[in-house]
């Protein structure tokens, strides 16, 4: 079956410490995305990458990193510089030109 | 902020009924998309339209675009109880590279 998979699906962090939301894509789709809801509201882009190796910040990077070593892979991480991450988080990945994103079931982060 | 504006934020309708989001943006769009999320789930793509086009069709979804009032609307005919959701409107603004810019979103709850 194709798809994003996200793991985990529910994580917790302690203060001072980063976790990483693991982001992986058997659709042979270029383009991938990294976004935060909060509730109530739409969606906010934290990163993006368009091809391995590369990624830009996206409107909310501040206190989170990325990487894009494979292009099924890219990791998230939200670390201890952000001081607000309870929130929902969304990987997706784009298809085409047309710019149509595939999200996967999404990971929840609270704080403890 | 780029985000559209969406209306109405809720809407609660009755099983058979119509129901009617609207969506606003600020910009030039190459296309406007619809996504539905039901909850606590990732987002699922609807339906596109670019921006030379009028009306889109896609079984029981209607999309119509109104690029000289900057709008669209999603009507969902005669709709069931699985319809219940989140709905979002997407708009790939042109010159934004290739992201979208996702609305706040509303709620559609229909009654059995």
């Known amino acids: 079956d194709g798809g994003i998979t996200q793991s985990p699906k529910y994580l917790f962090r302690k203060e001072g410490q980063n976790v990483t939301l693991s982001c992986e894509q058997n659709?042979?789709?270029?383009?991938m995305y990294w976004y935060r809801q909060d509730p109530g509201q739409g969606l906010r882009l934290i990163y993006y990458?368009?091809?391995?190796?590369?990624?830009q910040k996206g409107d909310i990077a501040e206190g989170y990193s990325v990487s894009r070593e494979k292009k099924e892979s890219f990791p998230l991480t939200v670390t201890s510089a952000q001081k607000n991450p309870t929130a929902f988080y969304l990987c997706a990945s784009r298809k085409d030109v047309k710019n149509i994103q595939y999200f996967g079931a999404g990971t929840r982060l609270s704080v403890l | 902020s780029q985000q559209g504006e969406e209306d109405p934020q809720a809407l609660s309708i009755q099983e058979g009924e119509n129901a009617t989001m609207n969506c606003s943006y600020k910009t030039s769009i190459n296309n406007l998309q619809w996504y539905r999320q039901n909850s606590g789930r990732g987002l699922v793509h609807l339906i596109l339209?670019?921006?030379?086009?009028r009306e889109k069709h896609s079984g029981r979804l209607r999309v119509t675009l109104d690029t000289s009032k900057k709008s669209s609307s999603l009507l969902i005919t005669a709709s069931r109880a699985a319809d219940t959701a989140s709905y979002f409107c997407a708009t790939d603004l042109m010159g934004y590279g290739n992201k979208l810019v996702f609305g706040a979103g509303t709620i559609l709850r229909v009654k059995s």
């Open positions: 659709l042979n789709h270029d383009a």
């Open positions: 990458s368009q091809i391995v190796n590369d990624f």
């Open positions: 339209i670019r921006s030379n086009e």
